[in-house]
């Protein structure tokens, strides 16, 4: 766990939250080392993820927190372009986004269209607020 420390010295309050356990029956099944994903309109199967042990779980949370603190360190200029990089890689996969969407949410592709955009055009305004 070497990670939570670097991550830790980064803020003076880094804890971790308990989540309560939910499932919602018809979408997620398990099996004894995978959790089975189904599209909840057509209740197929849509994706098998392995479970993570517990130390799994935390050395995760601990990267993303690692991941945040070097985030916050660098320049905004340089974050606006990434963002602006990543933006494109949405447009470019649109298509591709939206499939995905309708198969693990069950919604009509039209409405998978319209997140992406909504997420996109919303983006686009918080880049460039003048602070």
């Known amino acids: 766990m070497r990670a939570i420390s670097r991550a830790a010295s980064c803020s003076t309050s880094v804890k971790r939250v308990k989540m309560p356990h939910r499932t919602v029956s018809n979408v997620l ?16 199967i ?7 042990s517990k130390n799994e779980a ?7 927190i690692y ?30 986004i ?8 069950g919604k009509p592709i039209t409405q998978s269209y319209n997140e992406i955009n909504g997420v996109m055009q919303r983006a686009k305004c918080v880049l460039f607020i003048d602070l």
């Open 98 to 105: 939206a499939l995905e969407i309708t198969q693990q949410m």
């Open 29 to 44: 099944r398990s099996s004894s080392k995978r959790v089975l994903l189904d599209n909840p309109y057509t209740e197929e």
């Open 58 to 64: 935390l050395t995760k949370v601990d990267h993303a």
């Open 67 to 96: 991941a945040q603190c070097e985030w916050k360190g660098v320049p905004l200029h340089k974050r606006q372009y990434l963002c602006l990089e990543w933006l494109n890689v949405l447009e470019k996969n649109k298509d591709k």
């Open 46 to 52: 849509y994706a098998e993820i392995p479970y993570l």
